[in-house]
């Protein structure tokens, strides 16, 4: 029939057209309402609950009792096992038959003992195809398992999706019945849905807008929702559309299919394998569907939960990653924090990740992949090309808050040189739908137009899981040569690479850290996670150096291979880039920390048995004495404390060659001993022939001097060592943020509990102690500690913390002027403005570092050392170190409770490098190792090293099967490397 013409408004035409699809207005009459047809009951549904995860097997041996639609299970957490026994009527024969399951919770749907799809309403998953078009000899009578999960896609946050989790809610079931499934209708529902779309996103101006709306219009003229008939010619409108191409200069999109899964988030670990089952399960259902579907996914940790909990699933997606369809990237063993995790860490996530994705898969990963860490530290480009990769996608840096990243595909290059081929996808999302808007938004927020013409588009649900739909490559199938739009290939990262490097010619490089303006209090949340992660990094560094130490002297000694590689393992998980920054719930936290003991309990085991097999080497004599240990590779002499029955700790002077064990001879009489004097105006005085440190009676630092120099470090009329307290409100994101504003909140702490008083008055060791009161609920109690022959003073603090919303910090006002302070990181150093000149400089108000900050001038300097502290801030000359927060979500009692750690500070003169702040920052992290019942040891080392600028960071046993170039000598300098020829790597 022929239309004609009517004159009216876009909008009123718009309007029209999304009225005709809503699911919200006129449904008793749209095209919307008719895409279910009959529906049936179904013959029996039952359900049993449990606070536990168990398997499918254990699972249908529970018993199950009758409940129906609208029944309320839970609380979180807990499981529900729904047996669901359905019979599809005969009548439907021919037609499309589906199972429409939905709920708050997360769902998986088994049948025949396999999981089959995931059901997840908040992730467009509500229905399960039973038949695509019903037979006479399918089966009508079926038995169905669904396992639902007490949690939605994002937890459980009561109010707010990351506050805290509600531990008793309940799960509704809202809609559990068969229905036919009109396909036709949903094909002309997608059509109309990227019309509309179109005549949006290209707005009035564009004439292809005004094209997509006409034909929306006359779509709707010839469609009649209650006439399947009318409804090819309406199609074939949206096809003629559709088909118009586009020109050759038209950027070019990379579609992938993606699923981000956190690792742990809003949920804990054992969620998580569930997650990757609901998600993958249902990927390869797509797959097999659709075999121009790509998807990528990372994260080695996952695809071993996976395989250890579903089997029959992993042997799938084996198959298609064969096929080219299903690609592993990211070579890593989770998705890690960029900034937080040792250099060595860093190179276990991909020594792990990539020898997994090599013997599971057969290929390496040519990608990292790290969407959604909060910054990157500037010594990754190195160790990517170490780890033999040379690609880098994320988009993070599309949250910066204040400045704008001037890049989205780029050569991104390390403090080494290295460089990386990088690709931020211009639409600043690893989780698109497919939709008009994400392809526009990749067109116009690309920054290198004219430099690079392609594009990646991840399209999928993301951080609780769920991943791509139908729904979706639908979309993507509708516009992938459409004028106006951009020209939409379905592909791999490798393809999206290749074409970016072959038109690299005019990319432009970025030097240095990808620096994120936000979640920099992530740097200091969840303290003891930080503390935890830095002590069973030194931890299994001494084991496998002491391994190696008994296995060159003990042919009886067998290096522990297998456990090393389980202790690492958990390392390298908790270091995911929602648990050690802090922004995880507290389920989370105590799994951390429980992994953490373990890795601590076993290490140390293994530390004591690697001395044990020392013990048994011909040059050293069984007896009562004690040996000493050093994993470092230079010479140390230091006081260590001994420990003896009935008794106060002993103090010695030792000294011990670099990679090695010395007796325990204590050398006291060849330093100048500590003195501890209190002045007439109660302040004291500590000093070591090195430093001269004064102290108020607040434990302030008063004046520190360095004797060599007759320097002055503190700032006059300044006090070192105040502790301050700030308002810690952020706009949103709680446990990630610290806002700028918060340095307007500054209260220094003064409220004294115990003034300074004398423990130590010298010797080997000098110490003080005294208390503050921070608040009504929290106190500081610190021991001020100078050790002979030690060039820094420590303070050895505990807090008993019980704060809302609150800041500590501890300040060091030094006499040093210069631009920019120097902050260790991964195998290396870099420095940031001390000043505020720019947006860019401001923005870094709170930064991270490891071990150790300095600020310089010529001749001399001031170090910061800390052992598990990762938050500093340098403005003029001000040192500060961030030691504690208090967010309430999304864990509502974070970092409440009792803390200890210790910082140090060190002046000195000449550069850093000079005064070995490197090594001696390594020594406050790696403690010297007591090795009992030893006697008449020579002094042995296993390696020297010929200059003092190199740092011989790891000492292992080699790999078995290893393709990588890790070779880390960090700081490095041409030096001459010396050892006895061993298999280490």
């Given at each position: 029939?022929y239309?004609?013409p009517v004159?009216k ?11 005709f699809?809503s699911d919200?207005y006129?449904t008793?009459?749209?095209?919307r309402?008719?895409l279910?047809g009959?529906?049936h009951q ?13 398997s499918y097997s ?7 009792q009758?409940?129906?639609?609208g029944?309320?299970f ?5 499981t529900?096992w729904?047996?669901v026994v ?7 024969r021919g037609?499309e ?6 709920s708050?919770?997360?769902g998986m749907l088994?049948?025949?003992?396999q ?5 997840t309403k ?7 195809i039973?038949s695509?078009?019903l037979k ?6 079926i038995?169905?398992y669904v396992e ?5 896609l994002?937890?459980?946050g ?5 506050a ?19 396909r ?6 997608t059509?109309?849905e990227?019309?509309v ?7 009035e101006e ?7 709306l006409?034909?929306?219009n006359?779509?709707v ?9 009318s409804?090819s ?6 096809q ?9 200069s038209?950027h070019?999109?990379?579609?992938m299919g993606h699923c981000?899964?956190d ?14 089952a609901?998600s993958?399960?249902?990927?390869v ?15 080695a940790?996952?695809?071993?939960w ?8 992993f ?5 298609f990653?064969?096929?080219g ?11 890690m924090d960029?900034?937080l ?5 860093m190179?276990?996530?991909?020594l792990?990740g ?6 599971e898969?057969?290929q390496y990963?040519?990608e ?18 170490g780890?033999?990769?040379d ?8 949250w910066?808050?204040?400045n704008?990243?001037?890049h989205?595909?780029?050569f991104?290059e390390?403090?080494?040189g290295?460089?990386?081929l ?6 600043n ?6 939709k008009i ?5 990749t067109?116009?927020?690309n920054?290198d137009k004219?430099?690079a ?11 609780g899981?769920?991943?791509?739909t ?16 951009p ?16 038109e ?12 994120l303006?936000?979640h ?5 949340t969840?303290a003891?996670i930080?503390l935890?992660n ?7 560094h001494?084991v ?16 522990p291979?297998?456990?090393?590689q389980?202790l690492?393992r958990?390392l390298l998980?908790?270091q995911?880039h ?8 507290e389920?989370v ?9 373990e ?11 690697a001395?044990?097999a ?9 007896g ?7 994993t ?7 006081v260590?404390?001994?420990s003896?029955?009935?008794a106060q ?5 030792v000294?011990?060659?670099c ?8 050398l ?7 003195t501890?004097?209190v002045q007439?105006?109660?302040t ?6 090195l ?11 008063v004046?520190?001097l ?12 300044c ?6 307290l700030f308002d810690?409100v952020?706009l949103?994101?709680?446990?990630w943020?610290v806002?700028d504003?918060?340095?307007q ?39 001020v500690?100078?050790?002979a022959?030690c ?17 500590l910090k ?12 120097t ?11 001390t000043h505020?000149?720019t ?5 870094r ?9 300095d600020?310089?001038e010529h ?8 052992d598990?502290?990762?938050g ?12 504690l927060?208090?967010?309430?979500a999304?864990?509502?009692n974070?970092d409440m409770?009792h803390h ?6 060190m002046?000195h003169a000449g ?5 070995s702040v490197?090594?001696h ?5 790696f ?6 019942d030893?006697?008449?040891i ?14 011989l960071?790891t000492?292992k ?10 070779v880390?000598?960090?700081h ?14």
């Amino acid at each position: 029939m022929y239309h004609p013409p009517v004159l009216k408004n876009r909008r009123t035409l718009l309007e029209r057209s999304e009225k005709f699809i809503s699911d919200t207005y006129f449904t008793d009459c749209n095209l919307r309402g008719r895409l279910y047809g009959d529906t049936h009951q179904l013959t029996s549904l039952s359900v049993s609950q449990t606070a536990k995860r168990i398997s499918y097997s254990e699972a249908v041996q529970q018993n199950f009792q009758p409940c129906k639609v609208g029944d309320a299970f839970g609380s979180t957490w807990w499981t529900c096992w729904f047996k669901v026994v359905l019979k599809i009527p005969e009548a439907w024969r021919g037609k499309e038959v589906h199972l429409r399951w939905e709920s708050d919770g997360e769902g998986m749907l088994w049948r025949d003992e396999q999981p089959v799809q995931g059901l997840t309403k908040e992730g467009e998953k509500t229905s399960y195809i039973l038949s695509e078009c019903l037979k006479q000899n399918e089966p009508h009578s079926i038995t169905l398992y669904v396992e639902l999960a007490c949690n939605g896609l994002f937890g459980a946050g009561q109010g707010s999706f990351i506050a805290a989790p509600d531990p008793n809610r309940k799960y509704t079931l809202q809609k559990a019945e068969l229905v036919v499934f009109n396909r036709d209708v949903q094909e002309l529902l997608t059509d109309f849905e990227m019309l509309v779309d179109i005549v949006k996103m290209l707005g009035e101006e564009d004439q292809r807008g005004y094209q997509a709306l006409f034909t929306a219009n006359e779509m709707v003229n010839l469609c009649d929702p209650t006439d399947p008939d009318s409804f090819s010619s309406a199609r074939s409108l949206a096809q003629k559309f559709f088909s118009q191409r586009n020109g050759q200069s038209q950027h070019i999109v990379h579609a992938m299919g993606h699923c981000h899964i956190d690792s742990a988030w809003l949920w804990p670990y054992e969620e998580t394998i569930r997650k990757c089952a609901r998600s993958w399960v249902t990927v390869v259902r797509l797959m097999e569907k659709n075999p121009e579907f790509i998807f990528t996914c990372s994260q080695a940790q996952q695809f071993q939960w996976v395989k250890n909990w579903y089997p029959g699933l992993f042997s799938r997606i084996q198959y298609f990653v064969q096929k080219g369809q299903f690609i592993p990237v990211g070579g890593t063993w989770v998705e890690m924090d960029g900034n937080l995790p040792s250099g060595e860490s860093m190179v276990r996530q991909f020594l792990e990740g990539q020898n997994f994705f090599k013997a599971e898969f057969g290929q390496y990963c040519k990608e990292f992949w790290l969407p959604d860490t909060f910054g990157y530290s500037a010594q990754l480009p190195q160790i990517m090309q170490g780890a033999g990769i040379d690609r880098f996608l994320t988009q993070k840096l599309s949250w910066n808050l204040v400045n704008t990243f001037p890049h989205n595909t780029f050569f991104w290059e390390g403090i080494d040189g290295s460089q990386v081929l990088t690709h931020f996808p211009p639409g600043n999302s690893y989780e698109m739908k497919g939709k008009i808007e994400d392809l526009i938004k990749t067109v116009k927020h690309n920054k290198d137009k004219g430099r690079a013409n392609h594009s990646a588009v991840l399209f999928g649900f993301g951080d609780g899981g769920g991943g791509p739909t139908q729904l979706m490559l639908d979309r993507l199938q509708r516009v992938q040569d459409s004028d106006g739009l951009p020209r939409v290939n379905m592909s791999t990262p490798d393809r999206l690479f290749s074409e970016l490097q072959a038109e690299s010619g005019l990319l432009c490089t970025w030097s240095g850290e990808l620096f994120l303006e936000l979640h920099n209090g992530t740097y200091t949340t969840q303290a003891k996670i930080k503390l935890g992660n830095r002590r069973c990094e030194a931890l299994l560094h001494d084991v496998e150096v002491g391994s190696c130490l008994a296995l060159s002297q003990n042919v009886g000694f067998s290096y522990p291979t297998k456990q090393l590689q389980e202790l690492w393992r958990l390392l390298l998980l908790n270091q995911f880039h929602d648990v050690i920054p802090g922004s995880c719930i507290e389920m989370v936290v105590e799994d951390a920390l429980e992994y953490y003991k373990e890795i601590q309990k076993t290490g140390s085991r293994l530390l004591l048995s690697a001395c044990h097999a020392l013990r048994s080497t011909p040059w050293m004599e069984v007896g009562s004495g004690t040996a000493v240990l050093n994993t470092l590779s230079w010479d140390r002499t230091e006081v260590i404390a001994l420990s003896e029955e009935g008794a106060q700790s002993r103090l010695a002077l030792v000294k011990v060659p670099c990679v090695g064990v010395a007796s325990l001879t204590d050398l006291a009489g060849s330093v100048s001993k500590v003195t501890v004097t209190v002045q007439a105006d109660g302040t004291v005085r500590m000093e070591n022939g090195l430093l001269q440190a004064v102290l108020d009676r607040m434990g302030h630092l008063v004046s520190l001097l360095l004797v060599q120099t007759n320097r002055e470090a503190i700032s006059d009329g300044c006090f070192g060592n105040q502790f301050v307290l700030f308002d810690d409100v952020p706009l949103y994101w709680d446990a990630w943020d610290v806002m700028d504003y918060h340095l307007q909140t500054r209260k220094p702490v003064v409220d004294v509990i115990k003034p300074v008083q004398v423990l130590s008055s010298g010797g080997l060791r000098g110490s003080v102690t005294f208390s503050l009161r921070i608040s009504a609920k929290s106190s500081i109690t610190q021991e001020v500690i100078l050790d002979a022959n030690c060039p820094y003073i420590k303070f050895s603090t505990q807090v008993d913390w019980a704060e809302a919303h609150k800041f500590l910090k501890v300040e060091f006002p030094v006499q040093v002027r210069s631009s920019n302070a120097t902050y260790e990181i991964q195998f290396g150093h870099l420095q940031r403005p001390t000043h505020r000149n720019t947006s860019w400089d401001w923005v870094r108000f709170e930064v991270w570092g490891h071990k150790w900050a300095d600020v310089s001038e010529h001749g001399f300097g001031v170090a910061l050392l800390n052992d598990c502290k990762y938050g500093y801030s340098v403005h003029q000359n001000i040192m500060t170190l961030s030691l504690l927060r208090a967010p309430k979500a999304p864990d509502a009692n974070a970092d409440m409770g009792h803390h200890e750690f210790t910082y140090a500070v060190m002046p000195h003169a000449g550069s850093f490098q000079e005064a070995s702040v490197i090594q001696h920052a390594y020594n406050l992290n790696f403690p010297l190792r007591l090795i009992p019942d030893m006697n008449n040891i020579r002094p042995w080392s296993m390696f020297t090293v010929s200059s003092a600028a190199v740092i011989l960071e790891t000492i292992k046993q080699k790999e078995k099967t290893i393709p990588l170039s890790f070779v880390y000598l960090s700081h490095m300098e041409a030096a001459s490397l010396q050892c006895c020829p061993l298999p280490f790597q």
